[in-house]
């Protein structure tokens, strides 16, 4: 970056940098690929910093989320459909730790069923989860991100919800 830019290259990465970790995981569960959501970040983090002097401040976190959700939907339609790419465990792990094998391993069967389902939900469903769920917004910053009122965040939130539930117990039904 340039060394001339009066700090603004400092400012961005005080800014963006502690978030992208969330950046990334929110792209690789929209676009269930672990190299395109890569993509989908470089991509949003150079749009970031090429408008960054038109950020006002306020939820840096949200801000950055907006521009990869935004990215991740460009990318896709001008790509192809997300092809399916398993995650990694640490996305959705069990709660706590297990003390004696047989619970770890049904915690982590448990997850990888979680996992599973998550991946099926609509795009529109999952982003919201995934932010309400993994990333711990707020309805309101979530809003932000997917630039819809906070109505229709509780409404697909629990849309999602729901059918993550139906999802989990049609495969209960249909496990040995």
Known sequence: MAAGDGGRTR???AVALPHLPAAYNLARWICRNEADAADVVQEAVMRALQYFDGYRGGDARAWLLQIVRNSAHTWIGRNRPAGLVPLVDTEVEAAGYAEDPM??????AESAAVRQAITRLPLEQREVLILREFEDLSYRQIAAVIDSPIGTVMSRLSRARDQLAAIIRAEQRASP
């Not at 619970?103 to 982590?108: G, I, K, L």
């Open 11 to 13: 400012r961005f990465e």
């Open 103 to 108: 619970t770890a391993v049904a915690s982590r």
